[in-house]
């Protein structure tokens, strides 16, 4: 797998990340990166450091492995969550009267 394949799999686990999260791109960038660096890392664009992807895995409450296990041959990899994402609890509707 050459490199470029493998930002872009690095990128779409993050975006799995995110959405399986209920974040959106702004939520985690608020965490300490910048929206545009985000937006980059996501497209595959941008190569990040051990300490981003450290930064990034604490954030989505997963682990560095699950961001860049990105398989042999593939760019769209399943992500293995360290968690199950948590559903917030709504509310129930009344019955009307």
């Not at 990128?11 to 974040?23: D, E, I, S, T, W």
């Not at 990166?33 to 990040?48: A, I």
């Amino acid at each position: 797998m050459d490199f470029p394949v493998f930002t872009r799999a690095v990128g779409a686990n993050v975006r799995k990340a995110r959405l399986l999260r209920g974040l959106t791109q702004e939520q985690v960038a608020a965490r300490g990166f910048t929206y545009r660096f985000f937006q980059e890392l996501e497209r595959g664009v941008r190569n990040p450091s051990l300490r981003t992807l450290h930064e990034l895995a604490t954030a989505l409450d997963v682990t560095v492995a699950d961001l860049v296990d990105v398989g042999e041959d593939t760019c769209d990899p399943p992500l293995r969550l360290a968690a199950p994402p948590k559903i917030p609890a709504g509310r129930k509707a009344r019955a009307r009267r």
